[in-house]
């Protein structure tokens, strides 16, 4: 069975760059009939809170994001502890010393000497009584040791990787305070709970090429990985300072609906063309991993808006009446009232603006040359309540008193009364007008 992960770690709001991930992982496994599992890796008892875990579930939630199952990483540091034992039985895993500043000098060194920064397997070399001396001193962490071999697979969006294990330092699995590290403890998840397939960033690549070592000495199956591009922001900058500004929850805090926010995150940075869609199903059913590039992704928020008021306009009456109802419009103009304003607002705390509006009438914006043209005008305009033919009868009335006509005539009665140079056709709005201000 396709089973995928999305992992995020609850040291903070998950963001746009992470949602990318979790939705090509959730949109793969659910387009195989597959599982999806929501995997919180909180190894780093610190900095992971539970208020961050309680967010990303809000979060996903939100989204439709649903998952059959959630793991937490903190409640299986045994199985990471097993599996570190049989490295060391394999003699795959070895304990080193190095301080951070010791190794930032060999770091240096090697560079200036034109040879690839990695680790020099140093420790490989401590007598049993050297290493006792140093774990009395300063404990020591731990290193799996790799084979020096070509590390290869077909990536799902690279195409075919090839990275030389000679050329990356051995990596830490576990810190010197013993706190177990993302690499060692996602492959035994993955291993474990029969994960087929990982999509995550390109940054990620090296990273997985040790994984895959790591994988096959443990005995496990090697998924399908494949590498999205990272996101930047809309002139090509680097999102990462920016991400606080794009957490999934500031977001939504701003009006942006879930479908607007997928169908943008489905497509972007693939062949196909961003397209609203309406439901999870035809998200599901349009996506193929296969079309993404490997190519910088540009990210513009604003782009999320005018996909945001499209999703809006499809929405039906229904589907808006209890926050219309909580506005207090009355039960006989509520239906009209959306279907005047649904072409005319961006996101949905908009209405409450124009419910005031109708409510209270605008404040009116009346141009000098305009001012005794509207005073007549209003003159003209018959006591409430307004019906659908009032603007057409009241126009023609002006015209003929005033000799106004075209934009000269409608642009300074509709700034009058609505205070606004656009908005819907003032026919629809006359019915919803309680109050017109510019008779004051």
Known sequence: MTTTRFAPSPTGYIHVGNLRTALMNYLIARKAGGTFILRIDDTDPVRSKQ???????????????????????SERLDRYAEAADKLREIGRFYECFETPTELELKRKKQLNMGKPPVYDRAALDLSEEEKDKLRADRGGYWRFKLDHERIEWKDGILGDISIDAASVSDPVLIRADGQVLYTIASVVDDTEMGVTHVVRGSDHVTNTGTQIQIIRALGGNVPEFAHHSLLTGPQGEALSKRLGTL??????EQGVEPMALLSLMARLGSSAPVELRGSMDELIEGFDISRFGAAPTKFDEQDLFPLTAHYLQTLPYAAVADEIAALGVPADLAERFWAVTRENITIRADLKGWWELFRDGAEPVIEDEDRDFI????????????????????????KAATGRKGKGLFMPLRKALTGKSHGPDMGDVMPLLQ???ARD
């Open 51 to 73: 208020e961050y875990v309680d967010q990303i579930q809000r979060d996903l939630e939100w989204l439709g994001l649903t998952w059959d199952r959630i793991e937490r990483q």
């Open 247 to 252: 957490a999934i929850k500031d977001l939504r």
């Open 375 to 398: 005073a007549e005008a209003m003159k003209l305009l018959p006591e409430g309540p307004f019906d659908g033919d009032t603007w057409g009868n009241w126009t023609a009335e002006v």
């Open 435 to 437: 109050v017109v201000r």
